[in-house]
């Protein structure tokens, strides 16, 4: 089993930065792909980005080139970096893992946070 923890979520302003950071137990997650979801409400969740267990990286358009995705395996940890965030970006943002590949479909992960909310005001 694999519990995972999100952290450093909260509010801030259009155009500021957050750093989010999801904590692994119970294993390693070096093999794990890990990826960062969020769900708005009234929305359905949605992939954010994701990265391999080799660290390959991926991110979906609407956050590419202001987030990116980090994992410090000694850690057993996963970061996700969030620049020029826009009010858009408000969310409850989850953590998942799943077995070595990454995937944008938030029903192949295994394993979940409990996810930390992110509100950016104008």
């Known amino acids: 089993q694999v519990q995972l923890v999100e952290s450093g979520g909260g509010l801030v302003q259009a155009g500021g930065s957050l750093r989010l950071s999801c904590a692994a137990s119970g294993r390693t997650v070096s093999s794990y792909a890990m990826g960062w979801f969020r769900q708005a409400p009234g929305k359905e969740r949605e992939f954010v980005a994701a990265v391999t267990w080799a660290g390959s990286t991926y991110h979906a358009d609407s956050v590419k080139g202001r987030f990116g995705i980090s994992r410090d395996n000694a850690k057993n940890t996963v970061y996700l970096q969030m620049n020029s965030l826009r009010a858009e970006d408000t969310a409850v943002y989850y953590c998942?893992?799943?077995?070595?590949?990454?995937?944008?479909?938030?029903?192949?992960?295994?394993?979940w946070g409990q996810g930390t909310q992110v509100t950016v005001s104008l």
């Open positions: 998942a893992a799943r077995w070595r590949l990454h995937s944008t479909q938030a029903g192949e992960y295994t394993y």
